[in-house]
């Protein structure tokens, strides 16, 4: 079975600090992570996937096999970053979507 | 392009009423599509998931069901409501080559 962990409900950052976003994950096979983002009256959208390496909006997400993490990291929170963020694992078979609790973070002026 | 409809946006119905909350895609085939619910202190949870027509995986037991009776066209219901069916449903959909998900605008559901 595949799970998704977000030990943190919500995180709590003043503007300009750094942040980071736990996510650990629980898989057999080779998965495919994921951020999602929900910013107030939005949807649900992708923030980025840990294929790609990318960094977008200045967040970076590392996935770590050996300690089964892929956590989300920002070094200079800004007030816009305020938003509801999900990490998600694919499995290989079906690329089925199983998605963390979620972590709101508030990042305070 | 693609594009998702979810609807409606908004429902508020009795405990023991049917439920028939609807979402379609357009721009895209066979698409592997999605029902979640998010519950206040839950997160997102995978209720119902589809590869094809006809095709419907429950993650959850519980008292909705989900119909793919098009390809683009999915569906959740309940017979009877509860008061605990009360959340925010949401649909996605995704390429059967993409590992992108896109959702709809949700709706937020309360039972009374």
């Known amino acids: 079975a595949q799970r998704v962990t977000q030990p943190e409900k919500l995180l709590s950052v003043f503007k300009g600090a750094p942040v980071e976003l736990k996510c650990n994950y629980s898989?057999?096979?080779?998965?495919?992570l994921f951020w999602y983002v929900q910013y107030s009256r939005q949807r649900l959208q992708l923030l980025l996937r840990?294929?790609s390496r990318e960094s977008i909006k200045g967040f970076t997400a590392d996935l770590n096999k050996g300690e089964t993490s892929f956590h989300l990291k920002k070094p200079f929170a800004q007030e816009e970053d305020s938003a509801m963020y999900y990490c998600?694992?694919?499995?290989?078979?079906?690329?089925?979507?199983?998605f963390g609790g979620g972590t709101r973070l508030m990042v305070k002026p | 392009s693609q594009t998702i409809h979810q609807w409606p946006a908004t429902l508020v119905q009795p405990v023991g009423s049917p439920l028939s909350l609807e979402c379609t895609v357009e721009?895209?085939?066979?698409?592997?599509l999605y029902w979640y619910r998010q519950a206040a202190g839950r997160g997102l949870q995978l209720l119902f998931y589809?590869?094809?027509?006809?095709?419907i995986s429950s993650e959850v037991p519980q008292n909705l069901s989900a119909s793919r009776p098009q390809d683009r066209q999915f569906i959740l219901s309940s017979k009877k409501l509860l008061l605990s069916d009360s959340g925010f449903y949401l649909c996605a959909w995704e390429g059967a080559a993409s590992t992108e998900a896109f959702f709809g605008q949700g709706t937020r559901l309360t039972v009374v």
């Open positions: 998600a694992l694919s499995g290989y078979a079906g690329n089925m979507l199983t």
């Open positions: 589809s590869v094809g027509i006809g095709q």
């Open positions: 721009g895209t085939s066979n698409p592997n």
């Open positions: 840990h294929i």
């Open positions: 898989y057999s096979g080779s998965p495919e």
